[in-house]
């Protein structure tokens, strides 16, 4: 069984800087795009970044030139480098990846159970 497990969600300072990251775990065979998304209460959750499995990166315009994804392909695991944190952040993070697991025909995704980022005005 597949499974993503978010770290690193915290309380912090606007200006301030946290490093979220999301480890794959399981019987994997090969994993795609990875991304992180934010949800905030009654809003629709919205793409944050995402990567490809040949690092071709993507942002939503609101982080561009403050946050910065990343990947260990080693350690099947993403990051999210968040700097100059602004209150309008704050949210639950999820994780997401395009995941291809033993004894499955084809990728799916998956996603984690999120994690909290506080941003103090």
Do not use: H
Not at 71 to 79: F, L, Q
């Amino acid at each position: 069984q597949v499974q993503l497990v978010e770290s690193g969600g915290d309380l912090v300072q606007a200006g301030g800087s946290l490093r979220l990251s999301c480890a794959a775990s399981g019987s994997i065979l090969g994993i795609w795009d990875m991304g992180w998304y934010r949800q905030t209460p009654g809003k629709q959750r919205e793409l944050v970044a995402e990567i490809t499995s040949s690092t071709r990166t993507n942002y939503a315009d609101s982080v561009k030139g403050r946050f910065t994804i990343s990947r260990d392909n080693a350690k099947n695991t993403v990051y999210l480098q968040m700097n100059n944190l602004k209150s309008e952040d704050t949210a639950v993070y999820y994780c997401n990846a395009d995941i291809w697991a033993s004894g499955s025909i084809r990728s799916r995704d998956y996603w984690g159970q999120g994690t909290q980022v506080t941003v103090s005005s």
